[in-house]
Nanobody, 121 residues
């Protein structure tokens, strides 16, 4: 069994910062890509940032220059540093990881439960 648990969400004023964390635990052999998604009320889920096992990153245009994704492979943890937050960043943020549970095993997608980020104007 594999679990992804996010933390670090909360309420912040516009212009402020938050750091989200997501840790994978359980029966894990290897983690490939790790991503952050967000979903605002009434909107579709959006890919915010992604990082490969080698550290290559990609960002949605809406967060480039403000958000930074990073990971600690030894801790099976991915981070999202969010700076210069805007009210439109308000959403539930969820992490996603592509995980193999044993050598030669299939890559399966796992999701965290999500953490609320609210940015007040």
């Amino acid at each position: 069994q594999v679990r992804l648990v996010e933390s670090g969400g909360g309420l912040v004023q516009a212009g402020g910062s938050l750091r989200l964390s997501c840790t994978a635990s359980g029966s894990i052999f290897r983690i490939n890509s790790m991503d952050w998604y967000r979903q605002a009320p009434g909107k579709q889920r959006e890919l915010v940032a992604t990082i490969t096992s080698g550290g290559t990153t990609n960002y949605a245009d809406s967060v480039k220059g403000r958000f930074t994704i990073s990971r600690d492979n030894a801790k099976n943890t991915v981070y999202l540093q969010m700076n210069s937050l805007k009210p439109e960043d308000t959403a539930v943020y969820s992490c996603n990881a592509l995980i193999s549970r044993w050598y030669g095993g299939s890559w399966l997608e796992y999701w965290g439960q999500g953490t609320q980020v609210t940015v007040s104007s």
